[in-house]
């Protein structure tokens, strides 16, 4: 396996222990990035630590301070982390089983991929892991990651584990500070119902490979525009607010444009190809419309 571990140590279940290694499920590598430069001099700067009464210093002279009080500091270095050594440092251990549903999905953070060590553990971790698979639920667990104990939510993943990382209770604010303030509004019924029809309209599988970054294409955009010499310039202007008097009008709107959009953006069937270039074909002439209007009332009488 070419990445590296995030982290490695033992996962374990009552009584069974296995080792493992856990490996961070998501990668920025893609992401653009940016570097501070000097447009005088066209050089990239450099972040040297400096004390201001010493000037310059090397970072592996530097300790981690804890403020106590207006420049006072209780100092840490490497020494004194070791000494704080829980059982979550180097062991995840499975505490608790809860149904999926259970836990709020605010709290859900990070995914990481944890899999056996080779060797004698991966008959151990196929023990635990088909045990987890059979309870059907979440597995629960702690450790000690960057710096943190955090709490994880496990789950059983093809041959191996996926385990979340939990925000804390104290990092999830209270969705009441923000929602008490939403007025209360009654919502025109038949309003809804077109919106619910451009909700069915708009109605499709999850495929993240759907979605592509337009703000990161257009950055990338600009910095090809950049070398060649241009401004690179990319503009998308800001919608308007929805008039609360047009809002039905804008809803039908929706609906007919959701309607012509979604037909145009998936391949259509066989059947369906009739019947479009059945609705596409020339317009009948008024006496055929006549005649046919006439049939259609005569047969309404005759019922």
Not at 199 to 212: L, M, W
Request: charged share 35%.
């Amino acid at each position: 396996m070419a990445a590296r571990p995030t982290w490695q140590g033992h996962l374990k279940l009552s009584l069974v222990t296995c080792p493992v290694a856990m490996y961070t499920a998501t990668t920025k590598t893609n992401d653009i990035s940016f570097h501070l430069i000097n447009p005088e001099t066209n050089n990239r700067i450099r972040m040297v630590p400096t004390d201001p009464d010493t000037g310059p210093i090397e970072r592996s002279e530097l300790v981690k301070g804890y403020e106590v009080s207006k420049d006072e500091y209780v100092l840490f270095d490497d020494a004194d982390f070791d000494k704080v050594k829980l059982e979550s440092t180097r062991t995840i251990s499975i505490d608790k089983f809860v149904d999926e549903h259970e836990i709020d999905r605010l709290y859900w953070d990070d995914p990481f991929y944890i899999v056996p060590e080779k060797g004698v553990g991966a008959e151990a971790f196929a023990v635990i892991r088909e045990a987890m698979k059979s309870a059907g639920k979440i597995a629960l667990g702690c450790l000690v990651l960057r710096g943190r104990e955090r709490q994880l939510a496990l789950e059983v993943r093809d041959k191996g584990l996926i385990a979340y990382t939990l925000r804390a209770h104290d990092e999830v604010r209270a969705a009441d500070d923000y929602f008490d303030d939403i007025p209360s509004v009654k919502a025109d019924k038949d309003m809804v119902d077109i919106a619910a029809r451009i909700i069915g309209q708009k109605e499709g599988d999850f495929d993240p490979a759907d979605f592509t970054d337009r703000y990161d294409d257009a950055l990338r955009e600009m910095i090809k525009a950049k070398q060649k010499g241009g401004k690179g310039v990319v503009e998308a202007p800001e919608p308007d607010d929805t008039n609360v008097i047009d809002l039905m009008a804008a809803l039908r709107a929706s609906l007919q444009g959701s309607a012509s959009g979604g037909a145009a953006k998936k391949p259509a069937k066989k059947t369906a190809t009739k019947s479009s270039t059945s609705e596409k074909a020339e317009p009948e002439k008024p006496a055929a419309k006549k005649a046919r209007a006439k049939k259609t009332t005569a047969g309404k009488k005759a019922a």
